[in-house]
């Protein structure tokens, strides 16, 4: 009678146990990584911030010395892990609410957000309204068949892989440098 949803791709689990000792005792990690953008192979030395789920996967976010930078990984593509037991200095810059805020899914930006402004029509306007974007998202304009809703967020893949799912029933009117990408990825 109750079904609940589980991920297909179940990659990723078996390194939870490795990575939330060094979380909660703030042991640096370092791990083997798979970008499957550049189809290569990295070794990252990091002390972890936040285990965060999103839509059935894992992620690892965590502060990169060597970067000077708090970055994401996909426990999926991490392939080895090794857990360097040296107690590292608590971080207070890191808050996961703020890191995140501004973000449509699990990828952070070094960019500042922006106001977008979409135009949403029937069948999706409704669920747009039961399920919003963003927490930002705003209606700015309602009609019976069509809402254009406003949010403040990063550009990023995500984003633009949300707006794509909605096919021909999502216009973006601003800005113009995310209209002519998404222009672009059509």
């Not at 069948?123 to 009609?143: F, G, V």
């Not at 990063?154 to 998404?182: A, D, H, R, T």
Request: net charge positive; charged share 30%.
């Amino acid at each position: 009678h109750v079904q609940f949803e589980t991920g297909i791709a179940m990659n990723g689990y078996e390194w939870i146990g490795k990575i939330y000792p060094a979380l909660r005792n703030r042991w640096l990690i370092k791990i083997s990584y798979e970008n499957i953008y550049k189809n290569e192979i990295k070794t990252y030395t990091m002390q972890p911030m936040l285990l965060k789920e999103h839509r059935n996967k894992w992620y690892i976010i965590g502060w990169v010395e060597a970067r000077k930078d708090y970055l994401t990984f996909a426990l999926e593509r991490i392939q080895e892990i090794q857990t360097i037991e040296k107690k590292q200095k608590h971080r207070i810059d890191f808050n996961p609410d703020k890191f995140l805020q501004h973000s449509v899914g699990i990828m952070e930006a070094d960019t500042l957000p922006e106001k977008v402004v979409l135009t949403i029509t029937a069948p999706y306007h409704k669920l747009l309204q039961l399920e919003p974007m963003h927490r930002s998202q705003k209606i700015i304009e309602q009609k019976e068949k069509e809402i254009k809703v406003e949010i403040q967020v990063n550009i990023n893949e995500e984003l633009c892989k949300n707006i794509l799912s909605f096919g021909p029933y999502c216009k973006v009117l601003q800005p113009q440098k995310l209209k002519k990408q998404i222009q672009e990825l059509i």
